[in-house]
């Protein structure tokens, strides 16, 4: 293979820029050149591209967000765009592509590769949501966001002896609830893993209070309710000071911690090196420190691994 395309698609992730400069730079040395297509599959169907050099990608491996920007192409689920952009990657010259992001774009990935042009995925979001790799690039720098906030929020909710739900981001996973709840001193971390009534989450409040806890930190992810809604059946029911804070996209930007830049660093080195073997349909990862790749469906149909001694052990420690 001697040309190869990247774009970055679905949500942006602190990271993404160090495997877009890994990427390119590791192409480059192995004699390949590359394109970058702007925002996400939306770009091929747009011809929107660009020939990245070895100085495209200074001065961006500390930045937040994507250079090639990110969307959310609807059209691409339809398996005549799919075609169209195949049509167009060749028609430029592009023999393989890697595609930075999430599930989704994993999907159309895997639709490419089934019509014959290879692909290969990176782990791209900050919801640290794939099953088959122990992290995704932007995780650990959303994170510690969440972390910073937390520690602003402790602050004043124990000044005024309250109870704050601070709401992260996840979708349908618990992760950044989990890890920041416990590294951010949680007395109660509701995730969508582990079902608990808002009956529940009341009587383990009251409890703590009991116990001679005078405020309290909840973090709650936003796959299991909101955090208003939550506030006000507290504010309903008891007696205590409750009040909520919503985190938003502050998660999704600032820089890349090193864990970050490291992590996509090394996923771009690997991903270019299957194109190089002209190995196609597959997904990168990390799994116990070591680089690993996957077929796309079989990583996808993985059932995702939920770290119940972490959750375990947040119960022991927040008494
Ligand atoms: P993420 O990659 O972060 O999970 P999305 O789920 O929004 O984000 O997916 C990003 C993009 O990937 C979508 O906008 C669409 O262009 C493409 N995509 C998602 N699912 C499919 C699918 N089943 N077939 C083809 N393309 C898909
Ligand atoms: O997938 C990343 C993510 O930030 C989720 O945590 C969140 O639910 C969603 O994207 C928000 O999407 P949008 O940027 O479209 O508001």
Redesign the pocket.
Known sequence: MKRIGILT???DAPGMNAAIRSVVRTALCGGMSVVGIER??QGILDKAFREMHMRSVSDIVQRGGTILRT????D??KSEC?DEAIANMREEGIEGLIVI????????AE?LSKKGFPTVGIPG?IDNDLAYTDYTIGFHTACNTCLEAIDRIRDTSSSHDRITIVEVMGRHCGDIALYTGIAGGAELIIIPEVPMEFSEIKKSLIEASQKGKTSGMVVLAEGVCGAEELMRFLQRETNLSVRATVLGHQQRGGSPSMRDRLLGTQFGYHAVGLLKKDIGNRVVGISKEKIVDYDIMEALAMPRKFRKDLYKMAGVVSQ
Do not use: V
């Open positions: 698609s679905g949500g996400g599959y969307a959310r192409c609807m691409f689920h799919q992001g999430g599930d989704g774009s994993f999907r159309g639709a979001t």
